[in-house]
């Protein structure tokens, strides 16, 4: 079965840190660009950060720049985004998403995304 699983959620308080992990099951994610993205509630799912398949590259949305990394483990067929400094708005649920190319389509769009995974909660709170 191909699938993306995410884990490393919690309930952190502010300025906490946390890991979250996207394992894919049944393909080789070092294939694939990987975005994560976060909806909150009552907000649209937006675009946090991506990593390209071939060179590596990595893009942030600016709220995050600087708190927020994202990186690749080929050999457990995983990517972490690794987040420091959390604030209350970080709160959302975060999902992890593959495909094998952007094809000149922005990395933060939602849109053409082949897998995805079904998210994990991060709650921001004292």
């Known amino acids: 079965q191909l699938q993306l699983v995410e884990s490393g959620g919690g309930l952190v308080q502010p300025g906490g840190s946390l890991r979250l992990s996207c394992t894919a099951s049944?393909?080789?994610?070092?294939?694939?660009?990987v975005g994560w993205f976060r909806q909150a509630p009552g907000k649209e799912r937006e675009g946090v950060s991506c990593i390209g398949s071939g060179d590596g590259s990595t893009y942030y949305v600016d709220s995050v720049k600087g708190r927020f990394t994202i990186s690749r483990d080929n050999a457990r067929n995983t990517v972490y985004l690794q987040i420091h400094s959390l604030k209350p708005e970080d709160t959302a649920v975060y999902y992890c998403?593959?495909?094998?190319?952007?094809?000149?389509?922005?990395?933060?769009?939602?849109?053409?995304?082949?897998?995805w995974g079904q998210g994990t909660q991060v709650t921001v709170s004292s």
């Open positions: 049944g393909f080789t994610l070092d294939y694939y660009v």
């Open positions: 998403a593959a495909r094998l190319g952007l094809y000149g389509s922005s990395w933060y769009s939602t849109s053409g995304w082949e897998y």
